[in-house]
């Protein structure tokens, strides 16, 4: 046995390491990208094969290809899909314009392992060709934005519907356990009228369950494939049957309802719906740094923040400051969703840099938006675990700043007037004097009906409870 092997391309030959089940285009795009460091994600690498095992049964049945060789090719998938060569997939993210370099790494690789499973050698591509035969009737302009579609569903599927629903649970779980509970609500960070602290985390729960929505409609116009429209849209060298089929064929591999796009090449040029999909992860991202900067700012203390809730303190927050704990899942987050942000404005912008027909920043697209998808439903699971659902409450804290609230003032504006109550709550700020006892000292209202009328749970309680 030698050490390496030797394959030809239409630039010429080259050696390759004889381990080795990627090809000669692969080796090209080694030496010519490196770049990051990074390789293509997992779940992006499945959507890949999956692609390639429907076409495969689709073009075997059809004829396009043999029998042997489109059962080869769906056993090898299957195999790497199980979790068998993947070290195999080596392309740095930034790499050719639409994705050829990554997508001809998996055509290599499964073409290898079938040639195996049929006992010929690596890099022999006789009876199973990358081009020929794994790549029958495609192109990397159909299947890159098919791949990034199919990734995007398997990542929500897999990653971030689980977190979501486990953290509108955990939020749900948590509005009924505080909902007697009146704490002092903040408006510009100033002291506002009372509200339940139950009825903040129904709130966290609300917002979440409107992004799990929006999300999920934006997932619709990913079922829409443009697969089968081979090189520009028009399905050359692909069988007549071949679109319908293999989006049925495709979809029932990853148990969603696809289908052919009205216009094959509309869906291969346009990258709106990764844009829509996008901007509805960078929407929840965006209210998850709201509800990360509340929780922190609600934990503020211990003896000089607010200290109305506790988080769960799950490391030591100081190399100097011994007994210090810090919000530090809280922060975890906003930093994830930071990320996120950003990685949305570099969808917007290589989106809009397609030119006729075919967008060449796909392979950035296909990075950054399923793992945008991946980070964030690790990190909202991390959130719920290992804090949303050991929050306790101290309920003494919210009680006493409740109480203390010159916003209560606001109560009486209906008895004693705006201005009245203006120089209430103005002398209680000056004096220290309670609002209640100055009302009473003033004779501006008898005390049975202030009672009545700055009673904190009435003042808390939602209109629909």
């Keep these: 046995?030698?050490?390496?092997?030797?394959?030809?391309?239409?630039?010429?030959?080259?050696?390759?390491?004889?381990?080795?089940?990627?090809?000669?285009?692969?080796?090209?795009?080694?030496?010519?990208?490196?770049?990051?460091?990074?390789?293509?994600?997992?779940?992006?690498?499945d959507a890949c094969l999956l692609i390639k095992k429907a076409a495969a049964k689709v073009n075997g049945d059809l004829g396009c290809i043999t029998s042997e060789a489109s059962r080869s090719i769906q056993s090898a998938a299957d195999e790497i899909l199980q979790g068998n060569l993947r070290d195999q997939f080596v392309v740095d993210i930034y790499q050719a314009g639409a994705g050829t370099s990554h997508h001809m790494n998996i055509n290599e690789v499964l073409a290898n392992r079938a040639l195996e499973i049929l006992g010929d050698v690596k890099g022999s591509y006789a009876r199973i060709s990358p081009n020929d035969h794994v790549n029958y009737g495609q192109s990397t302009n159909d299947v890159i934005p098919t791949a990034i579609r199919v990734g995007a569903l398997l990542a929500l599927d897999h990653t971030l519907y689980p977190a979501l629903a486990k953290s509108i649970a955990a939020t749900t779980a948590k509005a009924q356990e505080f909902q007697n509970i009146v704490k002092s609500g903040r408006t510009h960070l100033q002291d506002a009228v009372p509200v339940r602290l139950g009825d903040s985390f129904a709130a966290f729960a609300q917002i979440l369950t409107d992004h799990q929505r929006r999300i999920q409609y934006a997932a619709q116009d990913l079922m829409q494939l443009g697969l089968g429209g081979s090189a520009a849209g028009t399905g050359l060298n692909?069988?007549?049957?071949?679109?319908?089929?293999?989006?049925?064929?495709?979809?029932?591999?990853?148990?969603?309802?696809?289908?052919?796009?009205?216009?094959?090449?509309?869906?291969?040029?346009?990258?709106?719906?990764?844009?829509?999909?996008?901007?509805?992860?960078?929407?929840?991202?965006?209210?998850?740094?709201?509800?990360?900067?509340?929780?922190?700012?609600?934990?503020?203390?211990?003896k000089t923040g607010f200290k109305e809730i506790q988080l769960p303190p799950v490391q030591p927050g100081s190399s100097i400051m011994p007994g210090k704990y810090n919000p530090v899942m809280a922060e975890m987050i906003s930093m994830v969703c930071f990320q996120v942000m950003g990685y949305d404005q570099s969808i917007a912008l290589?989106?809009?840099?397609?030119?006729?027909?075919?967008?060449?920043?796909?392979?950035?697209?296909?990075?950054?938006?399923?793992?945008?998808?991946?980070?964030?439903?690790?990190?909202?699971?991390?959130?719920?675990?290992?804090?949303?659902?050991?929050?306790t409450a101290n309920a003494d804290r919210c009680r006493d700043y409740a109480e203390g609230s010159l916003a209560l003032v606001t109560a009486l504006n209906n008895h004693i007037g705006y201005l009245n109550a203006a120089a209430v709550a103005k002398e209680s700020l000056e004096t220290g004097k309670s609002l209640?006892?100055?009302?009473?000292?003033?004779?501006?209202?008898?005390?049975?009906?202030?009672?009545?009328?700055?009673d904190l749970e009435k003042m808390s309680q939602l209109p629909f409870h």
């Design 350 to 391: 290589a989106a809009q840099a397609g030119q006729l027909e075919l967008n060449v920043m796909m392979p950035l697209i296909a990075y950054n938006l399923i793992n945008s998808i991946e980070i964030l439903g690790n990190a909202l699971n991390a959130l719920t675990e290992q804090c949303l659902i050991k929050i």
């Design 436 to 454: 209640r006892a100055i009302v009473l000292e003033k004779n501006l209202m008898e005390p049975e009906l202030l009672a009545q009328v700055l």
């Design 1 to 45: 046995m030698t050490d390496y092997r030797r394959e030809k391309d239409s630039m010429g030959d080259r050696d390759l390491p004889a381990t080795a089940y990627y090809g000669i285009q692969t080796l090209r795009a080694i030496e010519n990208f490196p770049i990051s460091g990074l390789k293509p994600l997992a779940t992006y690498v």
């Design 238 to 302: 692909t069988h007549p049957q071949y679109r319908q089929q293999v989006a049925t064929v495709l979809g029932e591999l990853i148990g969603h309802p696809l289908t052919p796009a009205p216009h094959l090449m509309a869906a291969m040029q346009s990258m709106a719906p990764f844009v829509a999909m996008s901007g509805a992860i960078r929407n929840l991202a965006q209210d998850l740094v709201k509800v990360s900067h509340d929780l922190r700012l609600m934990d503020s203390g211990p």
